[in-house]
C-alpha cells in the first residue's frame, strides 16, 4: 500500500548549522506535500508545503524540494535555533477519488545552544 | 488553528466503557478529520468526514466510530472493542479536499486504567 518514510528519525546540528530532513513516497499519484512541526506537547502545525508542480519553495529559512521522478521530498532548515527543536513530520496526499494523507513517522531534530 | 479545539485534554478509560471525544470548529471549514498518533509513530488515519452527514473511514477506524450532524462539530468514539487505545488523539480540519492545509485542535490524550 501508500507508504512515506521519513529519515533520519532523530537529528542533531549545532546552532547555526543546517538540518535536512528527506521523505519518499510510494504512490505516484501524490500531488501536495505538507511538512508540520510538532514542539513537544502541542498540535501539528503547517510550517510549509509544496504542490507537485513546483520543484522548490523557500520561506525564509525554511525550503522544500520536490523530485517526482524519484519520488522524494525534503526540507532544508538553514541557520538553525533553538527554537526550530521540534518532531517534524512530511506527509504525501493524493486526490483520487477518494481521501489520502500518509505522514511518515517524524524527525526529532535537537538544535544545540 | 486557534478555531479548533478539542476537548477534555486527558481522558481516562475503563475496561469495557465507550468514551467520546470532542471535536468542534469555528473556522466554517467542510472538512474534519481525526488522527492517532503515537510514540514514535507519525499520524494514522482513523475517520474522516468531507461535508455534513458524511464520513469514510480511514486506515485504522476498527474500534471507533464518529458523527458529523453539524458542520462545526466532528466527536469521535472509542468503543470498548478498541484493544489498545492508549494514544494521542488529534483531529484536524481543513476548507475542503486533502490537498488543502490542515488545522490541527491541540489534542486528547487517552489512557486506560
Known amino acids: 500500500g501508500e507508504n512515506v518514510e521519513q529519515h533520519p528519525s532523530t537529528l542533531s546540528v549545532q546552532e547555526g548549522d543546517s538540518a535536512v530532513i528527506k521523505c519518499t513516497y510510494s504512490d505516484s499519484a501524490s500531488n501536495y506535500f505538507p511538512w508540520y512541526k510538532q514542539e513537544l506537547g502541542k498540535r501539528p502545525q503547517l510550517i510549509i508545503d509544496?504542490?507537485?508542480?513546483?520543484g522548490e519553495k523557500k520561506d525564509q529559512r525554511i525550503a522544500v524540494t520536490l523530485n517526482k521522478t524519484a519520488k522524494h521530498f525534503s526540507l532544508h532548515i538553514t541557520e538553525t535555533q533553538p527554537e526550530d527543536s521540534a518532531v517534524y513530520f512530511c506527509a504525501a496526499s493524493m486526490n483520487t477519488g477518494g481521501f489520502k494523507t500518509i505522514f511518515g513517522a517524524g524527525t526529532r531534530l535537537f538544535v544545540k545552544a | 488553528d486557534g478555531g479548533i479545539t478539542q476537548s477534555p485534554k486527558y481522558l481516562f478509560r475503563k475496561e469495557g466503557q465507550n468514551v467520546t471525544l470532542s471535536c468542534e470548529q469555528n473556522l466554517n471549514h467542510d472538512a474534519m478529520y481525526w488522527y492517532r498518533q503515537d510514540p514514535g509513530q507519525g499520524l494514522r488515519l482513523i475517520y474522516y468526514s468531507q461535508i455534513v452527514n458524511d464520513f469514510q473511514k480511514g486506515d485504522i477506524a476498527e474500534g471507533y466510530s464518529v458523527s458529523r450532524e453539524k458542520k462545526e462539530s466532528f466527536p469521535l468514539t472509542v468503543t470498548s472493542a478498541q484493544k489498545n487505545p492508549t494514544a494521542f488523539y488529534l483531529c484536524?480540519?481543513?476548507?475542503?479536499?486533502?490537498?488543502?492545509?490542515?488545522?490541527f485542535g491541540p489534542g486528547t490524550r487517552l489512557l486506560v486504567l
Open positions: 484536524a480540519s481543513s476548507i475542503g479536499g486533502v490537498r488543502e492545509t490542515q488545522y
Open positions: 509544496i504542490r507537485s508542480n513546483v
